[in-house]
């Protein structure tokens, strides 16, 4: 009889790809639910619509390639993708948004780059920065966290809003300001205030702000740390960039905050508000747009800190997570080109 | 801070980095002691390097004895085959082998008789026998490296270098395979013997016995044993090291002992260590204390589709269906037999191949034991690969590399320095089957760097070619210049200097009585190209007319046929080869005084050939025409013989109708005075050169020509001929780009063909020059003939 030959090893880890991206969703699971405590079921709604239209646009592009559609389907990095640009953009942004969106992040930075594993960018990260220079108003009107907002959005409201169904909230809910639904997020409302001449504390002082970090806020990052922990010990991702990320971010905070603490956001608020935390450990971790090595990874995840803290700092837009991720992108293929690890024999001097 | 010795001796331990940690699943064959399967029937044992290193000392039908040596090598580290059992030699034939490719080996197909008669077998001590003697010992029965990759054992423990660390490699750190871990429970004590014997051989200050903890009654077995041997305490370690694939790696385990790293592309013994596995210093042992060759292994014989999983003594050249048909083994659909363990242990096509020294480990999974192959996807650049490499590379750039087919690329990233272990391709999530890619990006530049290798040999071998050719020729030169010199030499106090003086003065005598009226030097320039070609052919004649006129010898005739042969221009061809023959003539023919002389001649004729040849077909035509009809008249009055029969073989080769008719006259008359001809070498000496011409007008003209002007010349005096021409011979090899033709030793006219413009010109004058001079003979004999 015929035996079955292959090549060696004819043994491998239970782990694959698509149980790695299953995870990774999973882990966003008490983000999402904290963030939509505060912020309302519009986060919700928009993940339906993105994980949807993500995974149409992928499906019509592997039939374009004559790609098999299910093989690819199933990886889950669509979901992945789509999950974060959702919970990136405001809640209760227009549906064409995230369509707009999705469809930027699957179709063209990611197939149109040659699918999985072939993206140069965050396709997330892309599509969020597409957006907000595109559509700079709905991009940046969040909606109050519940505790404070007067008139908070029920499930059907948001539903109605964010497919312009009911004009009325919507127009509510652009009308910005403290009694509105919608308001600047706290970084943009710091760095405003800051730049009118206001002391950090003076600005903290408002609702938006409670302690020293931004009213739900906190909560939200802290529920993206709790499920990044969960990635770490489940080995979907390995320490070093989200470490680095929070490390390089925290030490440039530190220092200016410490030199001059009236002109200069905290180190904790740094840490807790924004997109820091996903960031950290759900965007920045994508191994596709990621340098590889341990070394190469650590540097990776300082220059997105060093980024974030600049672009929030010095830069024209309150939160840099997207920016920073994406220029950091870029070098990834100079940082593995240049941080190669020393190979076993080739010690120098030995 | 303490000496690698002590921390050696406290069993401090290194990280190796990297590794995985897949199911170990040794306690399916690791329960039961070594058994033996019942003697197989048929045997196979190939025979490799038969016919480039060994010999076989066996025929097709001989009867061998268990233990007989079946090839006989003659090279450091070739290792004899013997024969497993006693038996007949059934069949010497190529036979698939046990290798991933099954690719047919020379084997000898031993059918076994029952008896497993032993051959004579010689135990001796330590005591008894030389370090040399050892080693030839160890040789001489076969032991490879039993951990897999069957490297002859005897140099390894014959090293150019001082070893300070022996390191027993009983790691066994594949998953599945228990023959080492049984070995070293069952065997201790043999093992310690094999050890001593190494220790004898190399004398190192530590012994490190290495075990993975996974083996705790290994250790345990090993501990003792050491107790209870014989060698010198404190030099003999038991070194447990945690369980992690691939600890066993000669690499990682060093590493792991000693903290150092073997150079890349160098082997331990660099850092002055060696690495034998427990089964080679068990064979060791036996070929020493009982004489026995390596003609069987513990193979571990397990999964689940084996009814009695286990170790097993098997033969060496038991086939793996023979064997895993006594254990029971039941196939399923799809089933995959692999040698070695599931990390780097290859599947068989087909199992009628043969256990190897190497084998060591022989597994059917079920299905659910190794899943089925799934198709590879995408990778998305985890970097797990990287943490899991033991020798620090990244895989995922190599297999990038390879997988795009830039080999160098993968090479620059230390492709070399893969070990093939399978770590990265055990934790890939895509299941990209990396090894492999890297296995092909190897070959690829093995080829590669085999075919550059090729080509540079090549190239070197070219050059020395053409070096050679060149000193051939340099030589050819020289010798031909010194046997010039020596005939003339001898030329000197011969006769023939005498009578051909006697010839000159006869020929000259008459040249003057006929030709009162001639004054030797007119200069005169022949403007119109078909008087030149005429004249150069006339002036050509002259010469060697004045060359008959003397004594001719025919010692060089057939040098001077077949250089001309090979030369490739022809035009060169036919001046060369003409002025040649001419000037040998001249050269022999003249006295002492007069040699130098002659030389000139060749130059002259040659040029003028090449002028001859840039005129018009037409003209020279026309100036064959004019030559054969003066050739003619001049053949009927002629008088000597010898100048028909050079004649003769000129015109054979005219295909012109003119000079046919030309050619048949002329022939008709030479034949006739070819009867009364005494020179015949003389026709010898002209024929080859003239088969070689191509330009069919130009040799009309250049033959009919030359028998006139022979005639003329005869009729002249030969000195007034040659000593026309003065310019020296020196002048004329310094002429010559010596570049045509390496066989033309004498082709100093033939390198003429190459000259430059301005060497041309200098020709030209001398051509025309020449030309001149050859009008005036003309004239001369015109005048004559009225």
Same mark, same amino acid.
Not at chain 1, 4 to 9: F, H, L
Not at chain 1, 51 to 69: H, P, T
Not at chain 1, 123 to 144: D, G, N
Not at chain 1, 267 to 276: A, C, I, V
């Given at each position: 009889?015929?035996?079955?030959?292959?090549?060696?090893?004819?043994?491998?880890?239970?782990?694959?790809?698509?149980?790695?991206?299953?995870?990774?969703?999973?882990?966003?699971?008490?983000?999402?639910?904290?963030?939509?405590?505060?912020?309302?079921?519009?986060?919700?709604?928009?993940?339906?619509?993105?994980?949807?239209?993500?995974?149409?646009?992928?499906?019509?592009?592997?039939?374009?390639?004559?790609?098999?559609?299910?093989?690819?389907?199933?990886?889950?990095?669509?979901?992945?993708?789509?999950?974060?640009?959702?919970?990136?953009?405001?809640?209760?942004?227009?549906?064409?948004?995230?369509?707009?969106?999705?469809?930027?992040?699957?179709?063209?930075?990611?197939?149109?780059?040659?699918?999985?594993?072939?993206?140069?960018?965050?396709?997330?990260?892309?599509?969020?920065?597409?957006?907000?220079?595109?559509?700079?108003?709905?991009?940046?009107?969040?909606?109050?966290?519940?505790?404070?907002?007067?008139?908070?959005?029920?499930?059907?409201?948001?539903?109605?809003?964010?497919?312009?169904?009911?004009?009325?909230?919507?127009?509510?809910?652009?009308?910005?300001?403290?009694?509105?639904?919608?308001?600047?997020?706290?970084?943009?409302?710091?760095?405003?205030?800051?730049?009118?001449?206001?002391?950090?504390?003076?600005?903290?002082?408002?609702?938006?702000?409670?302690?020293?970090?931004?009213?739900?806020?906190?909560?939200?990052?802290?529920?993206?740390?709790?499920?990044?922990?969960?990635?770490?010990?489940?080995?979907?991702?390995?320490?070093?960039?989200?470490?680095?990320?929070?490390?390089?971010?925290?030490?440039?905070?530190?220092?200016?905050?410490?030199?001059?603490?009236?002109?200069?956001?905290?180190?904790?608020?740094?840490?807790?508000?924004?997109?820091?935390?996903?960031?950290?450990?759900?965007?920045?971790?994508?191994?596709?747009?990621?340098?590889?090595?341990?070394?190469?990874?650590?540097?990776?995840?300082?220059?997105?800190?060093?980024?974030?803290?600049?672009?929030?700092?010095?830069?024209?837009?309150?939160?840099?997570?997207?920016?920073?991720?994406?220029?950091?992108?870029?070098?990834?293929?100079?940082?593995?080109?240049?941080?190669?690890?020393?190979?076993?024999?080739?010690?120098?001097?030995? | 801070?303490?000496?690698?010795?002590?921390?050696?001796?406290?069993?401090?331990?290194?990280?190796?980095?990297?590794?995985?940690?897949?199911?170990?699943?040794?306690?399916?064959?690791?329960?039961?002691?070594?058994?033996?399967?019942?003697?197989?029937?048929?045997?196979?044992?190939?025979?490799?390097?038969?016919?480039?290193?060994?010999?076989?000392?066996?025929?097709?039908?001989?009867?061998?004895?268990?233990?007989?040596?079946?090839?006989?090598?003659?090279?450091?580290?070739?290792?004899?085959?013997?024969?497993?059992?006693? =038996?007949?030699?059934?069949?010497?034939?190529?036979?698939?082998?046990?290798?991933?490719?099954?690719?047919?080996?020379?084997?000898?197909?031993?059918?076994?008789?029952?008896?497993?008669?032993?051959?004579?077998?010689?135990?001796?001590?330590?005591?008894?026998?030389?370090?040399?003697?050892?080693?030839?010992?160890?040789?001489?029965?076969?032991?490879?490296?039993?951990?897999?990759?069957?490297?002859?054992?005897?140099?390894?423990?014959?090293?150019?270098?001082?070893?300070?660390?022996?390191?027993?490699? =009983?790691?066994?750190?594949?998953?599945?395979?228990?023959?080492?871990?049984?070995?070293?429970?069952?065997?201790?004590?043999?093992?310690?013997?094999?050890?001593?014997?190494?220790?004898?051989?190399?004398?190192?200050?530590?012994?490190?016995?290495?075990?993975?903890?996974?083996?705790?009654?290994?250790?345990?077995?090993?501990?003792?044993?050491?107790?209870?041997?014989?060698?010198?305490?404190?030099?003999?370690?038991?070194?447990?090291?945690?369980?992690?694939?691939?600890?066993?790696?000669?690499?990682?385990?060093?590493?792991?002992?000693?903290?150092?790293?073997?150079?890349?592309?160098?082997?331990?013994?660099?850092?002055?260590?060696?690495?034998?596995?427990?089964?080679?210093?068990?064979?060791?042992?036996?070929?020493?204390?009982?004489?026995?060759?390596?003609?069987?292994?513990?193979?571990?014989?397990?999964?689940?589709?084996? =009814?009695?999983?286990?170790?097993?003594?098997?033969?060496?050249?038991?086939?793996?269906?023979?064997?895993?048909?006594?254990?029971?083994?039941?196939?399923?659909?799809?089933?995959?037999?692999?040698?070695?363990?599931?990390?780097?242990?290859?599947?068989?096509?087909?199992?009628?191949?043969?256990?190897?020294?190497?084998?060591?480990?022989?597994?059917?999974?079920?299905?659910?034991?190794?899943?089925?192959?799934?198709?590879?996807?995408?990778?998305?650049?985890?970097?797990?690969?990287?943490?899991?490499?033991?020798?620090?590379?990244?895989?995922?750039?190599?297999?990038?590399?390879?997988?795009?087919?830039?080999?160098?690329?993968?090479?620059?990233?230390?492709?070399?320095?893969?070990?093939?272990?399978?770590?990265?391709?055990?934790?890939?999530?895509?299941?990209?089957?990396?090894?492999?890619?890297?296995?092909?990006?190897?070959?690829?530049?093995?080829?590669?760097?085999?075919?550059?290798?090729?080509?540079?040999?090549?190239?070197?071998?070219?050059?020395?070619?053409?070096?050679?050719?060149?000193?051939?020729?340099?030589?050819?030169?020289?010798?031909?210049?010194?046997?010039?010199?020596?005939?003339?030499?001898?030329?000197?106090?011969?006769?023939?200097?005498?009578?051909?003086?006697?010839?000159?003065?006869?020929?000259?005598?008459?040249?003057?009585?006929?030709?009162?009226?001639?004054?030797?030097?007119?200069?005169?320039?022949?403007?119109?190209?078909?008087?030149?070609?005429?004249?150069?052919?006339?002036?050509?004649?002259?010469?060697?007319?004045?060359?008959?006129?003397?004594?001719?010898?025919?010692?060089?005739?057939?040098?001077?046929?077949?250089?001309?042969?090979?030369?490739?221009?022809?035009?060169?061809?036919?001046?060369?080869?003409?002025?040649?023959?001419?000037?040998?003539?001249?050269?022999?023919?003249?006295?002492?005084?007069?040699?130098?002389?002659?030389?000139?001649?060749?130059?002259?004729?040659?040029?003028?050939?090449?002028?001859?040849?840039?005129?018009?077909?037409?003209?020279?035509?026309?100036?064959?025409?004019?030559?054969?009809?003066?050739?003619?008249?001049?053949?009927?009055?002629?008088?000597?013989?010898?100048?028909?029969?050079?004649?003769?073989?000129?015109?054979?080769?005219?295909?012109?109708?003119?000079?046919?008719?030309?050619?048949?006259?002329?022939?008709?008359?030479?034949?006739?005075?070819?009867?009364?001809?005494?020179?015949?070498?003389?026709?010898?000496?002209?024929?080859?050169?003239?088969?070689?011409?191509?330009?069919?007008?130009?040799?009309?003209?250049?033959?009919?020509?030359?028998?006139?002007?022979?005639?003329?010349?005869?009729?002249?005096?030969?000195?007034?001929?040659?000593?026309?021409?003065?310019?020296?011979?020196?002048?004329?090899?310094?002429?010559?780009?010596?570049?045509?033709?390496?066989?033309?030793?004498?082709?100093?006219?033939?390198?003429?063909?190459?000259?430059?413009?301005?060497?041309?010109?200098?020709?030209?004058?001398?051509?025309?020059?020449?030309?001149?001079?050859?009008?005036?003979?003309?004239?001369?004999?015109?005048?004559?003939?009225?």
């Amino acid at each position: 009889m015929a035996f079955k030959i292959a090549s060696s090893p004819h043994v491998s880890t239970s782990l694959h790809t698509n149980t790695v991206m299953k995870r990774v969703a999973l882990c966003l699971i008490p983000g999402i639910a904290v963030q939509s405590y505060y912020f309302g079921f519009g986060t919700l709604v928009q993940i339906l619509l993105a994980v949807s239209v993500a995974y149409l646009a992928e499906a019509a592009v592997m039939k374009l390639r004559n790609k098999n559609i299910k093989a690819t389907l199933s990886d889950n990095s669509a979901l992945v993708t789509a999950c974060l640009l959702a919970v990136a953009i405001p809640p209760l942004a227009p549906w064409w948004l995230i369509v707009i969106g999705t469809l930027f992040a699957i179709v063209i930075v990611k197939q149109l780059y040659g699918g999985l594993g072939n993206n140069v960018f965050n396709p997330a990260m892309a599509a969020y920065v597409l957006l907000l220079i595109s559509f700079p108003v709905q991009m940046t009107s969040w909606v109050a966290p519940q505790t404070i907002a007067m008139n908070h959005a029920s499930l059907l409201t948001s539903v109605q809003t964010i497919f312009e169904i009911n004009q009325s909230f919507a127009a509510e809910y652009f009308r910005l300001g403290i009694d509105g639904i919608a308001m600047a997020t706290p970084l943009d409302t710091l760095k405003t205030d800051l730049s009118m001449g206001l002391t950090t504390t003076e600005s903290l002082a408002k609702p938006i702000f409670s302690g020293m970090a931004a009213e739900g806020w906190f909560w939200v990052n802290l529920a993206y740390l709790i499920g990044g922990l969960v990635m770490l010990k489940l080995k979907v991702i390995r320490w070093h960039i989200s470490v680095a990320i929070i490390a390089s971010l925290f030490l440039c905070a530190s220092f200016s905050f410490l030199v001059s603490p009236d002109t200069f956001v905290s180190p904790l608020m740094h840490l807790f508000s924004g997109g820091t935390m996903l960031a950290a450990f759900f965007i920045a971790t994508d191994p596709v747009t990621a340098a590889t090595s341990p070394k190469g990874r650590l540097i990776f995840g300082a220059i997105i800190g060093v980024l974030i803290y600049l672009i929030r700092t010095f830069g024209g837009y309150p939160d840099a997570v997207a920016f920073a991720v994406l220029l950091a992108n870029m070098c990834a293929p100079f940082i593995d080109y240049y941080v190669r690890p020393r190979s076993y024999g080739h010690r120098t001097g030995n | 801070m303490l000496t690698l010795l002590e921390q050696l001796d406290k069993g401090v331990l290194w990280q190796s980095p990297g590794g995985i940690h897949p199911p170990q699943l040794k306690t399916l064959s690791n329960q039961t002691t070594i058994a033996r399967l019942p003697l197989a029937r048929r045997f196979v044992v190939p025979v490799p390097l038969v016919g480039e290193q060994a010999v076989l000392t066996v025929t097709v039908g001989e009867q061998v004895l268990k233990g007989q040596m079946l090839t006989e090598g003659t090279g450091f580290t070739y290792l004899p085959v013997h024969a497993p059992t006693s =038996g007949k030699v059934v069949a010497i034939e190529q036979h698939a082998t046990n290798h991933p490719s099954s690719l047919p080996t020379l084997s000898c197909v031993i059918e076994a008789d029952g008896q497993d008669t032993w051959c004579e077998l010689i135990p001796h001590s330590l005591e008894q026998l030389s370090k040399n003697q050892i080693l030839d010992k160890i040789r001489n029965a076969g032991i490879a490296g039993m951990g897999g990759a069957a490297f002859p054992s005897h140099v390894k423990l014959n090293p150019a270098s001082e070893i300070d660390l022996v390191i027993i490699n =009983g790691v066994e750190c594949e998953p599945y395979i228990s023959s080492d871990d049984r070995l070293m429970r069952d065997y201790s004590d043999e093992i310690l013997k094999g050890i001593g014997v190494i220790h004898h051989l190399l004398n190192p200050q530590r012994i490190i016995i290495a075990i993975e903890d996974n083996k705790p009654e290994a250790a345990k077995a090993m501990q003792d044993a050491v107790q209870r041997c014989t060698l010198p305490t404190g030099v003999v370690r038991v070194t447990v090291i945690p369980t992690k694939y691939p600890s066993g790696g000669e690499k990682q385990l060093i590493q792991i002992i000693t903290g150092k790293e073997v150079p890349s592309g160098h082997i331990p013994a660099q850092l002055g260590i060696v690495v034998h596995n427990v089964g080679t210093a068990y064979a060791i042992q036996d070929a020493i204390y009982q004489g026995k060759p390596l003609i069987e292994r513990v193979v571990t014989l397990t999964g689940e589709q084996i =009814g009695q999983p286990g170790n097993y003594w098997l033969p060496i050249g038991t086939t793996i269906n023979d064997a895993l048909q006594a254990v029971s083994f039941s196939p399923s659909a799809a089933q995959k037999v692999i040698v070695g363990g599931p990390m780097m242990g290859y599947a068989l096509a087909g199992l009628d191949v043969p256990i190897l020294k190497g084998t060591n480990c022989l597994l059917a999974p079920s299905h659910h034991e190794m899943a089925p192959d799934v198709d590879e996807k995408a990778c998305i650049r985890c970097g797990e690969c990287a943490v899991a490499c033991p020798a620090l590379l990244l895989p995922q750039q190599l297999f990038w590399h390879a997988k795009a087919e830039e080999y160098d690329k993968a090479a620059g990233f230390n492709l070399k320095d893969c070990i093939e272990c399978g770590c990265c391709s055990y934790v890939c999530p895509s299941d990209i089957p990396l090894v492999e890619y890297y296995r092909v990006a190897k070959s690829a530049l093995k080829i590669e760097a085999e075919e550059k290798r090729q080509a540079e040999q090549a190239k070197i071998r070219f050059e020395a070619r053409l070096q050679r050719l060149e000193d051939e020729k340099n030589a050819r030169e020289a010798k031909a210049k010194e046997a010039a010199a020596k005939r003339q030499a001898s030329m000197k106090s011969t006769d023939k200097d005498a009578v051909a003086a006697a010839m000159a003065r006869i020929a000259a005598k008459k040249a003057q009585a006929a030709s009162s009226t001639v004054s030797p030097e007119v200069p005169q320039v022949a403007a119109d190209p078909k008087k030149a070609a005429v004249n150069a052919a006339i002036e050509r004649a002259k010469a060697k007319k004045a060359a008959q006129a003397n004594t001719v010898r025919s010692e060089n005739e057939l040098d001077t046929g077949t250089a001309e042969v090979n030369v490739d221009d022809k035009q060169a061809k036919i001046a060369a080869a003409v002025a040649r023959a001419k000037a040998k003539k001249a050269a022999q023919a003249n006295a002492e005084s007069t040699t130098q002389k002659a030389n000139p001649t060749e130059t002259t004729a040659a040029e003028t050939v090449l002028t001859t040849d840039a005129i018009d077909d037409k003209q020279a035509r026309v100036a064959a025409a004019v030559a054969k009809a003066k050739a003619k008249k001049r053949a009927q009055a002629n008088q000597t013989n010898d100048t028909t029969a050079k004649t003769e073989p000129s015109t054979e080769a005219i295909d012109d109708k003119q000079a046919r008719v030309a050619a048949a006259v002329a022939k008709a008359k030479a034949k006739k005075r070819a009867q009364a001809n005494q020179t015949d070498d003389t026709t010898a000496k002209t024929e080859p050169s003239t088969e070689a011409i191509d330009d069919k007008q130009a040799r009309v003209a250049a033959a009919v020509a030359k028998a006139k002007a022979k005639k003329r010349a005869q009729a002249n005096q030969t000195d007034d001929t040659t000593a026309k021409t003065e310019p020296s011979a020196e002048v004329v090899d310094d002429q010559s780009t010596g570049d045509i033709a390496p066989n033309a030793a004498l082709a100093n006219a033939t390198e003429s063909a190459d000259l430059s413009p301005e060497q041309m010109k200098k020709a030209k004058v001398a051509a025309a020059v020449a030309k001149a001079k050859a009008k005036q003979l003309a004239k001369r004999a015109e005048q004559e003939e009225q």
